[in-house]
């Protein structure tokens, strides 16, 4: 007994709190950013961060083990050549957790304020090729203020609840879940009877497009619907008229 | 009794031998009581070159060299080498994040004086196989690439008193590193080439 409770004592105390790092051993994360129009999009930043929660050991506390702590560390950092394209070096961590990169980060000198952040999430997830993980190809959006105008013409004793959904203009890909990275952002307004019009005002990525859901309501839904609308290119106004 | 003129030439050369012998003898003797072994300690500025990621993506520090080495001889002394400097990373795209890494060698040497051991003016020059580590840490982690190290030296030295001198030494290192890569950075990666000159002190043991 007395030797089991030894054991378990020092299986605490040696328990990993942070990353650890493989020996002599080094990755290579390679990848390519362009435009909407897929030229090379050069001198944009891209951080790659290794994470994972470890047991916080707190000896002499009771039950004795602390609760989960994230440990995060900065583990490579490069910038887009002339032909858009990065190859950053990496330590290998060796403790279980993600690495994650992100492209064009708001905290980097070479951050471009009108273009998206993209976050490259569970790059392990990839299988990797002699030590290689090779990245496709990201597209970096133009962020614009949109304008969404709502008009209608008929019924004005009508309240109108509608709902915008359009893209973030901060991308992420989840690579463990490559189907699933549909995330969006959700705006509500509402029309109330004798208001003829609506303009909501948003950020967005250029060339999207919003997806509106809304209902008529008068005593009860008197309609109900979702449509898509693209934006006018110029003046990046989404127009609908109800 | 007459000696007959062979018995004089083995007499003549029996002595003459002898008389050599003894005064080789008399003369290790001294030598030896002279000066047994030497340590010197130096501080180094460290230079790394060519196409390696030691060369192009650190900038390395001051660090410094410890040597000690025993006579084996009228002019070979064997020994050992420690060699520390610490490096900050330049380019960290091409290495990886590190806060800081340390570089330590550990060698054998056997070394040959170009001079004698017990003049005032020292030329030695010698080599030897080792181990190197880089020392990486990140955070609060710590991680370590190891290397088969040669090291070969040209030191000369100037004895300021019976057991103290000055010492000027150029060291060059050779390491071979385990680093496991991509392929295309297997080059980059494996071998790194270090020239060290230092300045120090040396002490002699008597």
Same mark, same amino acid.
């Given at each position: !007994?007395?030797?089991?409770?030894?054991?378990?004592?020092? !299986?605490?105390?040696?328990?990993?709190?942070?990353?650890? $790092?493989?020996?002599?051993?080094?990755?290579?994360?390679?990848?390519?950013?362009?435009?909407?129009?897929?030229?090379?999009?050069?001198?944009?930043?891209?951080?790659?961060?290794?994470?994972?929660?470890?047991?916080?050991?707190?000896?002499?506390?009771?039950?004795?083990?602390?609760?989960?702590?994230?440990?995060?560390?900065?583990?490579?950092?490069?910038?887009?050549?002339?032909?858009?394209?990065?190859?950053?070096?990496?330590?290998?961590?060796?403790?279980?957790?993600?690495?994650?990169?992100?492209?064009?980060?708001?905290?980097?000198?070479? $951050?471009? &304020?009108?273009?998206?952040?993209?976050?490259?999430?569970?790059?392990?997830?990839?299988?990797?090729?002699?030590?290689?993980?090779?990245?496709?190809?990201?597209?970096? &959006?133009?962020?614009?203020?949109?304008?969404?105008?709502?008009?209608?013409?008929?019924?004005?004793?009508?309240?109108?609840?509608?709902?915008?959904?359009?893209?973030?203009? &901060?991308? !992420?890909?989840?690579?463990?879940?490559?189907?699933?990275?549909?995330?969006?952002?959700?705006?509500?307004?509402?029309?109330?009877?004798?208001?003829?019009?609506?303009?909501?005002?948003?950020?967005?990525? &250029?060339?999207?497009?919003?997806?509106?859901?809304?209902?008529?309501?008068?005593?009860?839904?008197?309609?109900?619907?979702?449509?898509?609308?693209?934006?006018?290119?110029?003046?990046?106004?989404?127009?609908?008229?109800? | 009794?007459?000696?007959?003129?062979?018995?004089?030439?083995?007499?003549?050369?029996?002595?003459?031998?002898?008389?050599?012998?003894?005064?080789?003898?008399?003369?290790?003797?001294?030598?030896?009581?002279?000066?047994?072994?030497?340590?010197?300690?130096?501080?180094?500025?460290? *230079?790394?070159?060519?196409?390696?990621?030691?060369?192009?993506?650190?900038?390395?520090? /001051?660090?410094?060299?410890?040597?000690?080495?025993?006579?084996?001889?009228?002019?070979?002394?064997?020994?050992?080498?420690?060699?520390?400097?610490?490096?900050?990373?330049?380019?960290?795209?091409?290495?990886?994040?590190?806060?800081?890494?340390?570089?330590?060698?550990?060698?054998?040497?056997?070394?040959? #004086?170009?001079?004698?051991?017990? #003049?005032?003016?020292?030329?030695?020059?010698? /080599?030897?196989?080792?181990?190197?580590?880089?020392?990486?840490?990140?955070?609060?982690?710590?991680?370590?690439?190891?290397?088969?190290? *040669?090291?070969?030296?040209?030191?000369?030295?100037?004895?300021?008193?019976?057991?103290?001198?000055?010492?000027?030494?150029?060291?060059?290192?050779?390491?071979?590193?385990? /680093?496991?890569?991509?392929?295309?950075?297997?080059?980059?990666?494996?071998?790194?080439?270090?020239?060290?000159?230092? /300045?120090?002190?040396?002490?002699?043991?008597?």
């Amino acid at each position: !007994m007395k030797y089991a409770f030894s054991v378990v004592l020092l !299986m605490i105390t040696i328990t990993s709190c942070h990353l650890d $790092y493989e020996d002599n051993q080094r990755l290579l994360i390679r990848g390519a950013v362009s435009d909407v129009e897929n030229a090379p999009f050069a001198d944009v930043s891209v951080e790659v961060y290794a994470s994972g929660n470890f047991l916080a050991p707190r000896l002499f506390i009771p039950p004795f083990f602390g609760s989960l702590k994230n440990d995060t560390d900065l583990i490579g950092r490069g910038t887009t050549n002339n032909r858009g394209s990065f190859e950053i070096t990496i330590p290998s961590p060796e403790t279980f957790g993600v690495i994650f990169a992100i492209v064009n980060d708001e905290e980097s000198s070479l $951050y471009k &304020q009108d273009h998206t952040s993209i976050l490259l999430n569970e790059i392990n997830a990839i299988e990797p090729n002699s030590l290689v993980y090779t990245l496709p190809k990201f597209e970096l &959006q133009k962020i614009v203020n949109a304008t969404f105008i709502g008009t209608r013409s008929e019924n004005n004793s009508d309240t109108i609840e509608l709902r915008l959904q359009y893209p973030p203009i &901060q991308k !992420m890909i989840d690579f463990s879940n490559i189907e699933g990275n549909s995330e969006s952002e959700l705006l509500f307004e509402k029309l109330l009877p004798e208001e003829n019009s609506t303009n909501i005002v948003f950020k967005t990525l &250029q060339h999207s497009v919003v997806i509106l859901s809304y209902k008529r309501i008068n005593k009860g839904i008197v309609e109900e619907k979702e449509v898509e609308i693209s934006a006018n290119s110029n003046t990046n106004r989404y127009e609908y008229e109800f | 009794m007459s000696m007959s003129f062979k018995h004089i030439v083995v007499l003549l050369a029996f002595s003459m031998t002898s008389h050599m012998m003894f005064s080789q003898q008399k003369e290790r003797t001294s030598s030896y009581y002279d000066v047994l072994g030497e340590m010197g300690v130096s501080f180094a500025l460290p *230079l790394a070159y060519g196409q390696n990621f030691l060369s192009e993506a650190y900038t390395t520090d /001051i660090g410094f060299s410890l040597r000690g080495m025993v006579r084996v001889d009228k002019n070979w002394l064997l020994g050992a080498n420690f060699g520390y400097f610490g490096a900050e990373v330049s380019k960290v795209e091409q290495v990886g994040n590190m806060d800081n890494t340390s570089i330590l060698h550990l060698h054998a040497l056997v070394a040959h #004086s170009f001079l004698k051991v017990e #003049s005032n003016l020292g030329v030695r020059s010698g /080599i030897g196989p080792g181990y190197a580590k880089y020392q990486h840490r990140l955070d609060r982690a710590r991680f370590k690439d190891t290397a088969f190290s *040669l090291l070969a030296f040209i030191e000369v030295s100037y004895r300021l008193g019976k057991t103290v001198g000055l010492l000027l030494n150029f060291e060059h290192y050779w390491d071979f590193l385990a /680093i496991d890569s991509a392929p295309s950075q297997n080059n980059f990666f494996r071998r790194t080439q270090i020239f060290s000159p230092s /300045i120090g002190l040396k002490f002699y043991i008597l």
